[in-house]
Every structure is written in C-alpha cells, then in structure tokens.
C-alpha cells in the first residue's frame, strides 16, 4: 500500500528557509494531487498547498507569498519550501494524497519543526 | 472562499451515549468534496468519511455522514472508548479547507 515519508530538519533558524520533502512509497507519484498541511501545537489542521503530478499548484492564499511546492516524478517526491519563517510557522508539518476518493487517504507520520535561534 | 464552521467546539459524552457534529459551509458546496478526519492524540487524521456519507475502509457502522443543504453532519450512533478524538471536516474545491475541529471527550 501507498506510503508517505516526511524528512527534512527539526529546527529551522528565523528568517531562513524551511524545506521538506514527502518521499512516496508503495505507489507511483503520477496521478492524484500531494497535499502539505501542518498543525501548530493545540491547534488544528491549516492546507499550506498542492501540487498536482503534472506540476500544476495551488496555495493557500496567507502563505502564497512564502511557499513553493515542486514535485520530482523521478524520484517519487514531492517538496515544501517556506521562506521567512517566525515562530508561528512552528507545527508538525504533514504531506498527503488526495485520492480518488475524493478525500485525504493516505498521510505522512508528520513531522515536528521548530523556528526557533 | 469557502469556510468550514464547526459546532460545538467540544462534545462531553459518555461511553454508549450518541454523538452529533456538525459542519455548516459558508456557501453551496459539492457533497463530493466534503470529507471527515478522525485525529487521535499523537497521531497523523484519519479520513473517515469521504463524499458526506461514505465511509473510509476500517471504519465501522456506527459511523455516519450525512448532508442537508450547506450544512453536514457526523453521527456517531453509540460512542466506544477509541472514538473519542478529535473530528474535522474538509472541503476540496478551488482550495482546501478543513473546519476548525470538534474534540469528542470523556465526560
């Protein structure tokens, strides 16, 4: 069965570049679209973005300015790039498939990354 | 944009007793986007519903989803131990949109 992997630092310095990768295993990453969500601590889900096999995205719009999501087919990974980061962008950051089902089926462990110097 | 409300904010049941959440859509959404996610402590959601009313694989049947207009509901006919969590409904349309959670605790 398909399975995600999140991977990437645990802390990340204020003002840099948070980057993560979702590794896809069991599966092909050409089809469906691949999901970033996070949730800061007690507190509840928020959509960072998606990006489509093809390369197509959409982001949520309070985060546009700071997100970058790509997808290496090759691989089977797709990746997170949060620019600028503060405190507030401490949570466990999620990756996910958008079935066929129309829902989130398949969901990282998630990660915990904190902004902290 | 489309806003997912959730009502209530927490649920205090017992073991047995039926549990009903709601998800009130700010506007006319497709019910075939509209999705429910179990959360435990600890642990990544769950999808639970998919299409407002099918139930995700490893679910059982005292799960149910249901629809009328822009509003949406989660029943849980007799709650057991392991439901107690954590539920958020989702919205997929021109964005992604999750509902800010019900927590269903032990009373």
């Known amino acids: 069965q398909v399975q995600l992997q999140e991977s990437g630092p645990g802390l990340v310095k204020p003002s840099d570049t948070l980057s993560l990768i979702c590794t896809v295993s069991?599966?092909?990453?050409?089809?469906?679209?691949w999901i970033w969500i996070r949730q800061p601590p007690g507190k509840g889900l928020e959509w960072i973005g998606n990006i489509y096999y093809s390369g197509s995205t959409n982001y949520n719009p309070s985060l546009k300015s700071r997100v970058t999501i790509s997808v290496d087919t090759s691989r089977n990974q797709f990746s997170l790039n949060l620019s600028s980061v503060t405190a507030a962008d401490t949570a466990v950051y999620y990756c996910?498939?958008?079935?066929?089902?129309?829902?989130?089926?398949?969901w990282g462990q998630g990660t915990t990354v904190t902004v902290s110097s | 944009e489309i806003v997912l409300t959730q009502s209530p904010g927490t649920l205090s049941l017992s073991p047995g007793e039926r549990a009903t959440l709601s998800c009130r859509a700010s506007q006319s959404v497709s019910s075939t986007y509209l999705a429910w996610y179990q959360q435990k402590p600890g642990q990544a959601p769950r999808l639970l519903i998919y299409g407002a009313s099918s139930r995700a694989t490893g679910f059982p049947d005292r799960f149910s989803g249901s629809e009328s207009g822009t509003d949406f509901t989660l029943t849980v006919s007799r709650l057991e131990p392991e439901d107690f969590a954590v539920y958020y409904c989702?919205?997929?349309?021109?964005?992604?949109?999750f509902g800010g959670g019900t927590k269903v605790e032990i009373k």
């Open positions: 996910a498939r958008y079935g066929f089902i129309y829902g989130l089926d398949v």
């Open positions: 989702q919205h997929f349309g021109s964005s992604l949109t």
């Open positions: 069991g599966g092909s990453i050409n089809s469906f679209y």
